[in-house]
């Protein structure tokens, strides 16, 4: 139960730290030139990896082949008939689910 | 193919007063809320067996970085400590750093408004704030934050007290929401072939690290693609 807690209090702290350290040491001035640059390009970058590591990541450092291609799938098509994220995300745990109950 | 759009564009810096610019946010945000509220019932009854559903919706309210909760209770679950499931946690925030530095000079206000202001990063709401040259709405990125923070709490709440009412959040394919949410907001940032080139290096070097290092890492090494068009060949 104490280690629940110490994980709670550790993660309320660091979190607050993390999300706090860019806005207060960059903050209110130019970034430098080369900064500048590439930020620009870090959401693609981070939402790619994001996407690669939340369909295939399994436990500890294992790669995972499972339903949640066949979610992703449904998402890519919802999303290139340009309907709204809510249905995107419901498409993708629909099929996931239909595929888990069936496999 | 031509680029789609699943999120509304916010407006131009300057364009409106700070109030209709978090408005504009929380409005632009609510889908994102929808889908933090799946994700906070499922994270409620996955933490519950293992935190106890008080620590889980404490949690929630304190914390509010889904990803890293999901981490800091694999660790727990598995019989891990607390400090590798900080670490574990922590790993997966890393990435608020470079978002963080990104958003930092659109931020007006002293260090301590700055520090406020970037509690309220969140994957979706930092994608949506983004303006794609290097400039952030930071009132925007506060309203779409407000949409979410109540649904992952709300979302928490349900599912650690409902808990096994709901089901297996699996069998529901409720793990299946992340990936496509965050495909989701990816698609909206690739209109240009230069963001489309580091889209690809990045997810390369993610699914490359993925066996080899402790969650989290395989994300923050992402960041690296940046850098690419910056190489010999321009």
């Known amino acids: 139960m104490t280690a629940v807690w110490i994980t709670v209090a550790g993660l309320c702290v660091t979190t607050a730290c993390i999300k706090a350290f860019g806005p207060v040491v960059f903050g209110g001035r130019a970034l430098p030139t080369l900064l500048a640059r590439v930020i620009p390009l870090l959401a693609p970058a981070l939402l790619a990896a994001l996407v690669v590591t939340e369909t295939l990541g399994g436990v500890g450092r294992t790669l995972v082949i499972d339903a949640r291609i066949g979610g992703l799938l449904a998402a890519a098509v919802a999303i290139s008939r340009r309907w709204p994220l809510a249905v995107v995300v419901l498409c993708a745990a629909a099929t996931t689910a239909l595929l888990r109950a069936v496999g | ?234």
């Open chain 2, 1 to 234: 193919m031509a680029p789609t759009a699943t999120a509304p564009t916010a407006p131009t810096v300057g364009e409106r007063s700070e109030g209709q610019r978090v408005l504009a946010g929380l409005r632009a945000g609510v889908p994102y809320g929808v889908a933090s509220l799946l994700l906070g019932v499922s994270f409620g009854v996955l933490a519950r067996p293992v935190l106890g559903p008080v620590a889980t919706i404490v949690m929630s309210v304190v914390v509010f970085a889904g990803s890293a909760q999901f981490a800091a209770l694999a660790v727990l679950s598995a019989g891990g400590g607390a400090a590798a499931a900080i670490v574990a946690g922590m790993l997966l925030n890393l990435r608020f750093v470079p978002m963080g530095i990104a958003i930092a000079p659109s931020l007006r206000a002293g260090p301590l408004g700055r520090a406020l202001r970037g509690q309220a990063l969140v994957d979706a709401s930092w994608a949506l704030a983004n303006r794609g040259d290097g400039r952030f709405d930071s009132e925007f990125l506060v309203g779409s934050t407000l949409a979410q923070y109540p649904a992952w709490v709300g979302g928490t709440v349900l599912g650690a007290l409902a808990g096994g009412d709901l089901g297996d959040p699996r069998s529901l394919g409720l793990d299946a929401i992340f990936p496509a949410f965050f495909l989701g907001l990816l698609v909206t940032e690739l209109r240009r072939p230069q963001a489309r080139l580091v889209a690809a290096l990045g997810a390369g070097i993610a699914l490359v690290l993925i066996p080899f290092t402790p969650a989290g890492v395989p994300i923050i090494a992402a960041a690296v693609a940046v850098f690419l068009p910056l190489g010999p060949r321009r």
